[in-house]
């Protein structure tokens, strides 16, 4: 009986085991099961074998895990460079990072021109670093900006190409917008991460890749500017289903996971 589980602190809001369950049960895999374990940080290093031993085959990562999993599991070239590792086979006892491809992904299905296009990250956390990691290969200019130096001064660091922005005066240079911070999640709906009055051209899009609301202030603040405006909602199923398919060698079941998701948060 193959078991999978979302690991994280706090944990009760994940849509993973309803993402996951809903594959499964299409696919007519019986007997695979996807849970969600709450787990502190002091618990990770003694829990780890214990669910190794339990017959679990490899567990999703999430906040706030994802940066110490690098230190029980040997990392890929994805989530060594983006510096955490949001999935791990137990089996094999590796790790990856598939928010990058999750990004991608649903940039791509929205058909979001991205090679040579200049694109604004705000935020220089775990999301950020996936956003840049992403990016870069498709050959986009890429400028971050961040609230405070410290982890921006990392990343610059680790990823030299990146422009540092150093204000959100100038949004009128880039042509996608990213919002790679919690700003504006559920509870806090009202915030934006860029402070209202801002003036964002037409034709620049912006994602933001919070998906709890679907629609966050940010979306509208640029939606009523004309601005083509996407959540991430996409980024979120994309990166479960490219898990799926590392820990399996199976394509995922992407609709059904992505329609058994709406209906939870609907
Ligand atoms: N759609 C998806 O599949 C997906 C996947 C991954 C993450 N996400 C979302 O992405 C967001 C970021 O996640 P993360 O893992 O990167 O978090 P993180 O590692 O904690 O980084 C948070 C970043 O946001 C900045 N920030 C936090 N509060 C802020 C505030 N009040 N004002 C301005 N900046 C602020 C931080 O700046 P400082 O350095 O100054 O603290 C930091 O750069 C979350 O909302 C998460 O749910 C979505």
Redesign the pocket.
């Known amino acids: 009986m193959p078991k999978l589980a979302v690991i994280g602190d706090p944990i009760e809001h994940s849509l993973s085991p309803v993402m996951f369950n809903a594959a499964f049960q299409v696919l007519g895999w019986l007997d695979w099961t996807y849970e969600k374990i709450q787990v502190k940080p002091s618990e990770l290093k003694s829990l780890l074998p214990k669910l190794k031993s339990e017959g679990y085959i490899g567990l999703n990562v999430t ?1 706030p895990h ?1 940066q110490a999993m690098l230190n029980f599991f040997e990392p890929d070239t994805p989530a060594r460079a983006i510096g ?1 590792i ?1 999935a791990v086979d137990l089996r094999t006892h590796t790790g990856t990072n598939t ?1 990058w491809v ?2 991608i992904d649903d940039l791509r299905a929205h058909s979001i021109k991205l090679k040579g296009q200049r694109i604004l990250i ?9 956003a840049i990691y992403g990016l870069y290969q498709t050959g986009a200019h890429i400028s971050v900006f ?3 130096p ?3 001064n990392a990343v610059i660091h680790d990823f030299p190409f990146i422009t540092p922005e150093t204000s959100l005066n100038s949004l009128q240079n880039y042509q996608v917008i990213l ?5 504006g ?1 559920y509870p806090h709906v009202d ?1 934006s ?1 860029i402070p209202p009055p801002f003036r964002i051209p037409k034709s620049t899009v912006v994602y933001d ?4 609301p679907r629609q966050t202030k940010l979306m509208r603040l640029a939606a009523a500017q004309g601005c083509r405006v996407i ?9 479960g289903a490219a898990a799926f398919e590392w820990w399996t060698g199976q394509p995922a079941p992407l609709e059904v996971m992505r329609m058994a998701v709406e209906k939870e948060l609907a």
Request: aromatic share 4%.
């Open positions: 906040i994802k955490g949001n928010d999750g990004l705000v935020g220089a956390g775990g999301a950020a670093r996936a961040n609230r405070t410290e982890r921006l919002n790679c911070t919690p700003v999640m915030e991460p890749l919070i998906y709890r959540g991430g909602f996409g980024m979120l199923i994309r990166q």
